[in-house]
Nanobody
């Protein structure tokens, strides 16, 4: 199983970035997906998650209204559209997959996720 994240970079505060994660080696539609981030010196934290079919999503309070998660099961991708970026959004962003049943609630704990991508750096300058 491989999860390949891309799209990170340097952006000014108030700007936007779109992260993408491409999965291979698994039946993508069997997995809920999540984005997490880890800033220097801090614990990894949940950012957003999406259900297997894409009909349900969940966000951390800190990004609600600014970030949007989506998925394309035909392309095995999950995206994170980030807007109104703030310096405190600076972190390494990683995608992760969680094998689950269709009706399962969206996991917000990293221990619920089994496969992880390598992460992509997002830096927001003030």
């Amino acid at each position: 199983v491989q999860l390949q994240a891309s799209g990170g970079g340097l952006v000014q505060a108030g700007g936007s970035l779109r992260l993408s994660c491409t999965a291979s080696g698994l039946t993508f539609s069997y997995y809920a997906m999540g984005w997490f981030r880890q800033a220097p010196g801090k614990e990894r934290e949940f950012v957003a998650g999406i259900s297997r079919g894409g009909g349900r999503s969940s966000y951390a309070d800190s990004v609600t209204g600014r970030f949007f998660i989506s998925r394309d099961n035909a392309k095995n991708t999950v995206d994170l559209q980030m807007g109104s970026l703030k310096p405190e959004d600076t972190a390494v962003y990683s995608c992760a997959s969680r094998r689950t049943i269709l009706s399962a609630p969206i996991g917000r704990n990293e221990n619920e996720y089994g496969y992880w991508g390598q992460g992509t750096q997002v830096t927001v300058s003030s």
